[in-house]
C-alpha cells in the first residue's frame, strides 16, 4: 500500500500496516518511493500522510477516541 507524503507529493510505501491502523501510534515504519534506487526504511508521522486521491487517513486509524462522539456532534 502507498500513501502520499503532503509536503513532498512523494509516494511512501508502508512497511508496517498494523502500526498505521492502530490509532494509539502515531508513526510507522516506511520508505519513500521515488528514484530509481530503493530507499532506507524510516519512521513516518501519520499526519504528514493522506491517501493519493488526497483524503485524509480514516479517524479510527489516527484518533485513539474515534468511537467516542465529537462534542456538539
Known sequence: MYLK?????DFVEILD???L???FK???KGRYHAGEELQEPR????ADLTFPS??????CWV???YHE???GG
Open 63 to 65: 484518533d485513539p477516541s
Open 5 to 9: 507524503h503532503k509536503g513532498s507529493n
Open 26 to 28: 502515531s508513526s510507522f
Open 69 to 71: 462522539p465529537r462534542p
Open 17 to 19: 500496516m498494523s502500526a
Open 21 to 23: 491502523i492502530d490509532p
Open 54 to 59: 488526497g483524503e485524509d487517513l480514516p479517524r
Open 43 to 46: 519512521n513516518f508521522d501519520k
